[in-house]
């Protein structure tokens, strides 16, 4: 879990909450209009605890949201482990920094001051793009399907036989 920002401010929000499930790599981002502790914890509760569970670790550098009586309660309360990145050293928690550089420069490549309406498209671009270390997307582990993308006229039909194959091993 970490912070991008601040941003350029947009209907109140300037700050970006991002978290990344170290497994299959799936990535979420909220906007926030702020950094304290409360507004952290509702946006992680309301993205990532809601829709797919508390998490059993939680990784942070140690900013100082992440340092608070109530931003540990909370840990506690949902029972995750915390893990704190090395002071002053960002690649200590690489795989979220590196997604940090993925998600911001999505945002530059489109004409729009308002980033926090392209994020939703962004964020769809990168769950479906394959991960050269994983050889697969991140939209396909959680989901167990190719996810067809608007514009898209044709399904590869070697995605298709990948698909059939899935089915098959799950009714098995």
């Not at 990168?126 to 396909?140: G, N, Y």
Request: glycine share 4%; hydrophobic share 40%; aromatic share 10%.
């Amino acid at each position: 879990m970490d912070i991008v920002g601040p941003l350029p401010m947009v209907k109140g929000y300037k700050y970006v909450l991002t978290m990344i499930d170290r497994y299959t790599r799936w990535p979420e981002a909220v906007s926030i209009a702020g950094m304290a502790d409360k507004t952290v914890v509702n946006a992680s509760y309301s993205t990532w605890v809601a829709r797919f569970c508390a998490p059993a670790t939680v990784t942070t550098d140690r900013a100082s949201q992440f340092e608070t009586d109530f931003f540990n309660a909370i840990t506690n309360l949902v029972d995750a482990q915390r893990v704190r990145t090395t002071a002053y050293h960002p690649a200590s928690n690489g795989m979220i920094e590196r997604w940090h550089r993925s998600l911001k420069s999505a945002i530059m490549c489109h004409e729009n001051d308002s980033w926090i309406d392209i994020l939703p498209t962004v964020l769809l671009g990168l769950r479906t793009s394959i991960k050269e270390d994983i050889k697969t997307a991140t939209a396909e582990l959680v989901y167990g399907t190719y996810l067809r993308l608007p514009g898209e006229l044709v399904i590869d039909s070697a995605r298709m036989e990948g698909q059939e194959v899935y089915s098959r091993n799950l009714r098995s």
